[in-house]
């Protein structure tokens, strides 16, 4: 019989690009987020065209079947926001160094045996490799084990609906703000590199 235990030992996680592949994470995300995708799941194209490379990491188990699944990127919607305002350097500075997870999904199955946090720490390392100084994410406060889930993974998690203030060094400490206007959802935050980035207080 095989444990949960057992079953995370089997599980591979790996980085998948092909647009096929992608449309097999986003069934996934559909069948196991309820009221998935918020954010749609960029194509190549579209990732091209936006200039934030998409991470996309799986998890499968031994028969090869798509268990887990994570969706990360530069976060495009600030990033477009600020180039529209002519705020070059902002969009700059955000593109580069803050990296936004934003969907995770494990089947039911096969959750609490290790695997949503393994595919969570290779977005947050892969980032952190490419030059982010801090990794974040918004989630739905009322989902229950989410505020252990990413506390425990080292996130700074803000109350319901307060804005995440950020100094970036090379934005010469003037902070920026990410509003968050409903207020069942929460910020968290990780800072991956203190010198460029920090979380005010
Ligand atoms: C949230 C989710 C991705 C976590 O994945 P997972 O593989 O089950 O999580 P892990 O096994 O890595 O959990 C690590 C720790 O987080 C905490 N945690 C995770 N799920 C929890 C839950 N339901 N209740 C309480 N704590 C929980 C625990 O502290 C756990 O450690 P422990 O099992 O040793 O106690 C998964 O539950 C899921 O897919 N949920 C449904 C979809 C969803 O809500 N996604 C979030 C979108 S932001």
């Excluded at 609490?112 to 977005?123: D, E, F, K, P, T």
């Excluded at 947050?124 to 030059?131: C, F, L, R």
């Amino acid at each position: 019989m095989r444990n949960a235990l057992t079953m995370a030992n089997e599980v591979r996680i790996r980085r998948v690009s092909q647009d096929d592949e992608r449309q097999r994470v986003r069934e996934f995300f559909g069948a196991h987020i309820p009221g998935s995708t918020a954010f749609p799941l960029p194509n190549r194209q579209v990732d091209a065209a936006l200039g934030t490379p998409s991470q996309i990491w799986v998890a499968e188990d031994s028969p090869g079947d798509l268990i887990g699944a994570l969706f990360a990127s530069n976060n495009p919607f600030d990033v477009v926001a600020w180039r529209q305002q002519g705020q070059e350097q902002v969009a700059a500075v955000i593109a580069n160094e803050m990296a936004m997870i934003h969907e995770l999904a494990v089947a039911r199955h096969a959750q609490r045996s290790g695997i949503g946090s393994r595919l969570a720490r290779a977005a947050i390392d892969n980032a952190q490799a490419s030059g982010a100084a801090i990794a974040t994410l918004i989630y739905d406060q009322r989902t229950p084990g989410l505020n252990d889930f990413y506390e425990n993974l080292g996130f700074r998690v803000l109350a319901p609906g307060e804005l995440l203030k950020l100094h970036f060094a090379a934005l010469r400490g003037t902070p920026v703000g990410f509003p968050q206007s409903d207020r069942s959802f929460r910020w968290a935050a990780m800072v991956l590199n203190s010198a460029r980035c920090r979380i005010a207080e």
